[in-house]
């Protein structure tokens, strides 16, 4: 974290940067974290919360499930015009230069733009861009290179407010063990999430036993998992998926030979395989634009048994998919109780479809 010039008891606003959909169990999460969080402001994509500095660095070295983490140095404001944006920008300009060790003198800064429905996109359309490069050091909403100071422009309509980067890297990406270019690989706070999801619903008896992704990939969902101090087991009907997940699950400290036997070469297709003895199940479905698929359904139908079987004793499961409700009913006619949440992803609306099964 950088040095702020501020005392590390003084209570600031932050926003706690978040994938769309997963609002609860992120601000779960925070409580873990800090149980005196009081959030001020809750939307789709971020929480604004009320956090001392050293309480900030805590959730920003905790905390899986978020995108990133900034101090808030103007707003939130009504945008209208582009007076509201200049005074908006100004003020967060003169805010990041007294309250940031460095962020003074001509270094450049840079500008990362997260908005829906700008007031700039209306008639008459108008161009933020000289606002941004006359408030904020020179900063271009179109360069693709970050600064050291990295100023965010949260807008949603006529509201918006701006903060300002405290590591190097957003939280999201800083923290994680291995980066991944395997073909629909998941973004890692999104795997934390189904991770969670499969560990609330399963309870901590069933967490005790272990946990199953039978479509591993490249493993950042059973990492995640191994993360938490679970018992893991995966497999994907891909040799170089599994190798690629027994790096990333070495890497991390776990036994090679325990590996070999863990992580291992399977198609759902085949049943499920008798040497898992997990009852929670976390997986990524190859889904939308990213993995093409072949007998969808037979491939459903192969995953809600598998799902059945892990869960027999007890247990819960998150899915990620977008074949939810083709995925859905089949899970019922195995008597699991099922539901689903809607998230924002990759400019897609997958879902994540939940289920357990509580044995009587």
Not at 113 to 139: C, E, M, Q, T, Y
Not at 191 to 217: E, S, T
Not at 303 to 310: E, N
Request: glycine share 8%; proline share 6%.
């Amino acid at each position: 974290m950088r040095t702020l010039n501020v005392p590390s008891n003084i209570i600031r606003s932050f926003a706690l940067y978040l994938t769309k959909g997963l609002i609860d169990v992120a601000e779960a999460e925070l409580r873990e974290i800090v149980s005196s969080a009081v959030v001020h402001e809750r939307q789709d994509r971020f929480l604004v919360v009320a956090l001392t500095a050293y309480d900030a660095e805590r959730v920003g070295m905790q905390a899986r499930l978020l995108d990133d983490v900034r101090m808030v140095v103007a707003g939130p404001s009504l945008i209208r015009s582009e007076n509201d944006l200049l005074d908006l920008c100004s003020v967060a300009a003169a805010e990041i230069e007294k309250a940031l060790v460095g962020a003074a003198g001509p270094a450049p800064w840079s500008v990362t733009l997260s908005v829906r429905n700008p007031p700039w996109r209306r008639k008459p359309p108008w161009d933020p861009g000289p606002i941004f490069a006359r408030a904020l050091h020179g900063a271009d909403p179109n360069s693709t290179s970050r600064c050291p100071v990295d100023v965010r422009v949260q807008i949603d309509g006529e509201q918006g407010h701006i903060s300002v980067n405290l590591w190097d890297q957003p939280v999201g990406k800083r923290l994680r063990e291995i980066a991944s270019s395997w073909p629909g690989a998941l973004r890692p706070t999104v795997a934390a999430a189904l991770v969670r999801l499969a560990v609330d619903l399963g309870g901590k008896d069933a967490a005790a036993v272990g946990f199953y992704d039978p479509f591993c990939g490249s493993g950042t969902i059973v990492g995640e998992a191994a993360q938490r101090g679970l018992a893991v087991f995966a497999s994907d009907r891909s040799e170089e998926a599994v190798e690629l997940t027994r790096q990333r699950l070495a890497g991390m400290g776990l036994a090679p030979d325990d590996l070999k036997w863990r992580i291992f070469t399977r198609d759902v297709r085949n049943g499920p395989d008798q040497r898992v003895t997990a009852r929670l199940v976390a997986a990524n479905l190859p889904w939308g634009k990213q993995v093409q698929v072949d007998g969808v359904l037979a491939l459903l139908d192969a995953t809600a048994l598998l799902t059945a079987y892990t869960l027999r004793s007890g247990g819960g499961a998150a899915l990620l998919t977008t074949h939810e409700e083709q995925l859905m009913p089949r899970l019922r006619r195995h008597g699991l109780t099922v539901g689903f949440r809607r998230i924002g992803l990759l400019g897609q609306t997958p879902a994540i479809v939940t289920c357990s099964y509580k044995p009587s």
